[in-house]
């Protein structure tokens, strides 16, 4: 079959021919239907040897959606032919954090080898890929994989971290939320499906705010050096309750710390290679605002995305590729020109 492999350290994604897997014991075959390119990608592409983990070659993609060709020995509660979308984030499935869905802390995973597909695991971008667990399947219906596919890591992750500071989402209050790319047009949304407050989108081209407009941004800013200046004038010097940070640089992280406002949670979501860091302490932040990194999201949280989804409330923006022109998605992801989602379909 084939795949797409990161093979060398510091080298582009290349389409390979590799054996079709089997399913072991408990595991699953899915034929994949689509499968989502992350920007997690280019950064775990972007590492040196050193401080790489995740072994060689390594089938990419940790967003993905098929349909189940074949169950292992004793694994059940899936039919054959059933479409579903892969809960990324695998745990060891037993501890405490996993038995409350919350397999993307399981502080045991990395001690058994236990890793996501496409981190660690051969993963989607692939003819076949094998999935360890049932539990790790959440039944789609007739819901379009390529439009699907994206809320297993792109709406996910921006839903947990809605979700975790919707207390604090009144009515009058404002979110901001900073790179309106895979993961920030789905946080536009989760934020209008589920809180009354105000969005303001800030990202780097008129571009990428008109989407930030169409998906839902009441209000959008350019992410430059005036950036936290203009937001806090759009919000009367008052701040944000919640600000989401897609892109997790040291300009971003800052503009960030500058908007958020008294009582506010500060989500740093993007991953960047640099040493960006929130400034911290009296002076530097508004009183009670908390800074935190979540990761990805819980099992019951993909399901709900998927009740979300069957109710019509996303538009989820795509942009697709055969297997062939998966590495020109990537070159694509690196410069910053995909709008939306870019979705490979084997
Ligand atoms: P993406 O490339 O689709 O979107 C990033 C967006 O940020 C783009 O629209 C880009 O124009 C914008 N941007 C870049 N620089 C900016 C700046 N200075 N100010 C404002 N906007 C800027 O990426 P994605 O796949 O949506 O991923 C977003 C980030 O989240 C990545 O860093 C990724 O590694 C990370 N991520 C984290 C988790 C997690 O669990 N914490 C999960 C998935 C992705
Ligand atoms: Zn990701
Ligand atoms: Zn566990």
Not at 247 to 256: E, F, M, S
Request: aromatic share 6%.
């Amino acid at each position: 079959m084939r795949a797409v492999q990161y093979r060398t350290i510091g080298g582009a994604p290349e389409v390979v021919e590799i054996d079709r897997p089997t399913p072991g014991p408990g595991q699953v075959l899915l034929e994949v239907t689509a499968a989502g390119i992350c920007h997690s990608d280019d950064f775990v592409m972007s590492l040196p040897a050193e401080q790489y983990t995740y072994g060689l070659p390594l089938t990419l993609g940790h967003e993905g959606a098929g349909r189940v060709v074949e169950l292992g020995p004793g694994a059940e509660g899936v039919e054959v032919g059933t479409n579903v979308v892969v809960y990324g984030p695998w745990g060891c499935g037993v501890c405490h954090a996993c038995a409350q869905g919350k397999e993307n802390y399981c502080p045991r995973a990395a001690e058994l080898g236990i890793h996501p597909p496409g981190l660690g695991a051969p993963g989607a971008l692939a003819e076949f890929m094998v999935v360890d667990s049932p539990r790790h399947l959440v039944p789609i219906g007739d819901l379009d994989p390529v439009k699907t596919v994206p809320l297993t890591d792109a709406g996910l992750t921006p839903y947990h971290a809605v979700k975790r500071s919707l207390g604090k989402l009144r009515a009058g209050s404002t979110a901001v939320v900073i790179g309106t790319g895979g993961l920030g047009h789905l946080a536009i949304q989760i934020l209008r499906a589920l809180s009354p407050a105000r969005v303001v989108a800030l990202d780097v081209t008129e571009e990428k705010l008109a989407l930030a407009t169409a998906v839902g941004a009441h209000d959008v800013v350019l992410s430059d050096a005036d950036a936290a200046a203009n937001v806090q004038q759009l919000l009367g010097g008052r701040g944000a309750q919640l600000v989401l940070d897609f892109v997790g640089a040291q300009p971003t992280i800052d503009t960030a710390m500058a908007v958020a406002g008294v009582e506010s949670d500060v989500t740093i979501v993007g991953i960047t290679g640099t040493s960006a860091a929130a400034q911290v302490g009296f002076f530097r932040q508004a009183y009670e605002a908390s800074v935190t990194v979540p990761y990805w999201g819980t099992r019951g949280e993909l399901i709900e995305l998927v009740e979300l989804a069957h109710r019509g409330v996303f538009d989820v923006h795509t942009e697709t590729f055969a297997m062939a022109d998966a590495p020109a998605a990537y070159e694509r992801l690196h410069a910053g020109t995909l709008t939306g989602r870019a979705v490979v379909v084997p």
